[in-house]
């Protein structure tokens, strides 16, 4: 069932401004669905999660929790949970206050409950820690702090805005499991943003990529990982081998030759992605030197100069992996290879 849906959604701060902050968003995020939200800086996801909130006014559409309108409804009365980046905890209060000040701000009662304090703090993984300073802790348990109070008066909808965003790669990329776990343990449905592709990538069921106030792709990571809806995508989630080609059957004319397409594949002048898993190295094919080589745990990552075209970025296993100087040759597997859809189409 739908839970949030954004209807035509635009805002413009100011009758003048050059562009839409959020232009005609049409969004629907279902019960217990992890959707992130993705995108450059100044694309929109913030407006998106305040409009949501309702601490920002829509110039036009409409949003809707539950098949009710929310025109009307003050912020506090959405039912909504807001975890912001700079978590705003209450410096001077201890742990077990900040959270229980989650559950007072709902009108859960003047006392609440000291058990329920404890159940969140265990759930975030800080039991105990009711009587701690917040000045004490670390970034991560600040952010656990913040998670707990969000969670606090059990919110129909969890939203978090860069939830992760000060916190060392690291410690992220653990956090990310455990509240992956955690919202998939309580059927939390939640509304993230972050501009961290693999952050998104980990915690969401969907990410929304915008560009310029607008959904350029919405999808499971895997669709959007495999099939980036154009240009932009391909090139925001990272992606650097893209290249003019002319299609033709089973075949793109490239300037690094040949490459093999999907069947199916549009026909003519295109865009072509070739993700860094599909360029091969092999005894016979295009001839590069090896320009950089980086340890990236399980592959190695290339940054190859062919004999003809731009750089190419490639992978291959630990094993035997080339050193930079090195000459090497490569061929393409379709499988990795894209042909975008124009960009507009996004
Ligand atoms: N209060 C405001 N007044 C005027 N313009 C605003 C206001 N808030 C946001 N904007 C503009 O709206 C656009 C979208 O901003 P928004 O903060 O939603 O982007 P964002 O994707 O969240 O960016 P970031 O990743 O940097 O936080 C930007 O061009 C921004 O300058």
Redesign the pocket.
Known sequence: MTLLQLEGVS?R??ER?A?Y??DGVDLAVAEHEVVCVL??????????L?VVAGLQQVSAGRVLLGGADQADVPVHRRGVGLMFQDHQLFPHRDVGANVSFGLRVRGAGRAPSADRVAQLLELVGLPGAQSRAVASLSGGEQQRVALARALAPSPRLLMLD?PLGQLDRGLRERLVVELRGLFSRLGTTVLA?T?DQGEAFALADRVVV?RD?RIAQAGTPLEVWQRPASEFVARFLGFENVVPAVVSGPWAATAWGKVPVPAGSPEGEQRLLIRPAGVVLCAAGLKCEVASRTFRGTHVALVLRPETGPVLEAECGLAGAPAVGDRVEVTFTPAEVVVLPEEDAG
Do not use: I, W, Y
């Open positions: 805002v701060f100011g401004a562009q902050a959020l995108g450059p800086s100044g694309s929109g996801k913030s407006t998106l305040r860069e943003v501009h915008m106030g």
